[in-house]
């Protein structure tokens, strides 16, 4: 379990933290209103257990030059195997941290609401989720584990 210290809102919640690494070899160029479909291999916050996948598609819908940045609009779910699935959607900007709404859920997930929060550690590579569960009952234990420490877990001018 994670040592979270946020509002009110965020101490009534079951709390469970996922990592999503990028399992593609290539990017290519988006434009506006481009789906981007894609699906990732989700892990423990431990990094020690691969739990699922995420799956879904993102909408380019306003590019930022000077930043280098994108959003989008994002409609995934992340699969957790027998433990079942939690459906997001929302807005998604890539040069920040972004919060979006829980649609639903199945299996041990099932009346879940409420957010996660998408942290971006290596931009689209690797990424960071906090959900904020509400609806449900406590999570098997296998699935709340205490969390390695963020990083992009490279050396500088690391070389490919």
Known sequence: MTNLKQGFYYQMCVCMCVFSLYS????????ICDLAPFSNKLYSGELRKRLGITAGLCVLIQHFLEQ?????????SFYFGDYG??????AYLTLSDTHLAMTGGSGVF???SGTVKLQQIVFPF???YTFYLRGIKDLPAELVVN??????AA??????
Request: hydrophobic residues 40%; negative net charge; aromatic residues 12%.
């Open 155 to 160: 050396i500088a001018n690391f070389t490919n």
């Open 147 to 152: 969390l390695v420490p963020l990083t992009p």
């Open 24 to 31: 593609a070899d290539s990017i290519s160029q988006a434009y």
């Open 85 to 90: 699935h939690i459906s997001v959607q929302g």
């Open 126 to 128: 690797k990424l960071f």
């Open 68 to 76: 280098n940045a994108d959003r989008y609009e994002a409609i995934y």
């Open 110 to 112: 099932e009346g879940v």
